[in-house]
């Protein structure tokens, strides 16, 4: 899919054609994420990248503090 960098009123941006929101579950008011990618592009999702790290961090302390979870949450 191509989109075309467009002036929008004192802005730039980019329009989203409707079958790409469908696509990605976007509605009016929802944000986007950019993230870079290894061949120097980038990438548009609407998950939180930084989101996912943290839930893996969080994963990781659970795992190594099972036992001592467990006690706190009797």
């Known amino acids: 899919m191509k989109?075309?960098?467009k002036k929008i009123g004192?802005?730039?941006g980019l329009i989203l054609p409707k079958e790409l929101?469908?696509?990605l579950g976007l509605k009016p008011g929802d944000e986007l994420h950019v993230v870079?990618?290894?061949a120097g592009?980038?990438?548009l999702t609407p998950y939180d990248p930084d989101f996912e790290r943290s839930m893996a961090l969080v994963d990781e302390i659970m795992d190594e503090y099972r036992d001592t979870l467990k006690e706190l949450a009797k």
């Open 10 to 12: 004192n802005s730039t």
């Open 41 to 43: 592009g980038v990438r």
């Open 3 to 5: 989109l075309e960098v």
């Open 21 to 23: 929101l469908v696509k």
């Open 36 to 38: 870079p990618d290894a």
